[in-house]
């Protein structure tokens, strides 16, 4: 499927044919990391499932399943070619969710502090 206006257009092909499901289990890993970092604030007494018994944990696991799957589609299909501009976008913004992922499973702050006077 395929979507335009004006001179852009999007299409579901990371989702679509060939091995469209590795496209959507990705996606849907994802959707479960965003729930979940909605509800911890939203309904802070709701118990989900972890694994590891720790949301971080989980959430790892779940954005290393979302790069395994966008990698597989990938190697599944090494033509550059046919990988648009939001292929890469993908391949970016999963490597940084998994970053993520991993920096709060270990307890570390994403983004470290730097300390002293600010540089201008």
Known sequence: MSIG???ASASSSA???PDGWLGVIALLATILI???IAIEPLSPQ???PAIGDSRASTRF???AVAAVCVALKFLFHIHFSL???GFYLTVILAAALLYLTLQARAGRPAFARRSGPPAF
Request: charge should be negative; aromatic fraction near 16%.
């Open 61 to 63: 696991i779940l954005a």
């Open 15 to 17: 989702t679509g044919s």
């Open 83 to 85: 990988f648009g501009w």
């Open 34 to 36: 965003v729930a979940d």
């Open 46 to 48: 709701t118990q989900l």
């Open 5 to 7: 206006a004006f001179s």
